[in-house]
């Protein structure tokens, strides 16, 4: 049965030329034109596309998504890749080309989103620039997720993930003082980026709802950090003081913080009085409340490093997961410090279906993230599609469009 462009909820899991169609979710039948690479816009379209979304990866000739050589590779295909791209489907187009462009044109005519992630101006060259398609293609909403945005003085500049923390202020906080500049242990740069452009598509497609227009949505990475720099950006407009890294634990609450046990770590996050209070049962050390050191959280900010001492001097009694039970039972929001195979150990991450898995044709299984988002309207599938090849579907789409 000859698939078409467009999903829905009713048939969204009915296979089409040999490839499964999106996933049933709220957007089925939004047809999603992926100009990007790596992983910020990838990222982006993959949230798109686990919420039903139908997605076609525009790939360049040739070599395709940068990411296809990133390592570790599973059969000779990129995990990384992998990872980011389940569910989608592939062309590869030379947007110079004559032929390749008319191509890319009749997918424009049909498209709901097209997303890019090139520097300010490349589209534009192309010829594809939000200017020059939304005149011709009035309800497409027009994506852009870049390192600094299409406006500005560093619009024209490439950027990659470490580029944006560093430049926005994540590094200077991130790791303990006194050390060098310490990059998040995951790519909050991207995927802040990520996240938003997705955000901001799904409000263009409910404005469009209304208005019945599509428009330019437009994310720079850098604008990204600044906004996630919440409480940093607080305190300082406060106190004008500059911000540094204070290592495991909350610039204004304490105590909230990585604490040593007998043999290792624990996270304790006592985030009003009530709850240092019962901190302090728990612990075994009611002298604590009336200390006039600790009597408010002001205080107990103020003299964080005495009240690491004392708490620790208790912790250091007994192992980690029997501290996790006796403050537990208090009522004191606490966990432990996990390493990634003991994230995935946590019964927890199963219930939620937090990790899923492709059949890959040479990969094999290939386990992942699962969604995070869980819509009562729908199922939350522990199996996904495989991420596509390089040009897997190009018989099929020019089939479709009557190529």
Known sequence: MLRVLKGSAKNATQPGLGYPMSIAGPLNGILVLDLTRVLAGPFCTMVLGDLGARVIKVEAIGTGDDSRAYGPHINGKSAYFMSVNRGKESIALDLKAPPDRVIFEKLLERADVVIENFRAGTMERLGYGFEALHPR????????????????????RPAYDMVVQGMGGVMSLTGHPGGPPTRVG????DLTAGLFTAIGINSALYRRTVSGEGMKVD????DCQVAFLENALARYFATGDVPGPLGARHPTIAPFQCFTTKDGYIVIAAGNDQLFHKLCGALGAPELVNDARFLTNAARNKNVAALTEEIEACLKSAPTRDWIARIERAGVPCGPINNVEQVLAEPQIGARNMIVHTEDPVAGEVRMAGNPIKLSAYEDPPQRPHAP???EQRAAILCELGL
């Open 389 to 391: 090849d390089l040009d």
């Open 137 to 156: 293609f009035p309800k497409l909403i027009y994506a852009a997720c870049s390192g600094f945005g299409h406006t500005g003085p560093l619009r024209e």
């Open 186 to 189: 995951t790519s909050i740069g």
């Open 219 to 222: 994310v720079a990475m850098l």
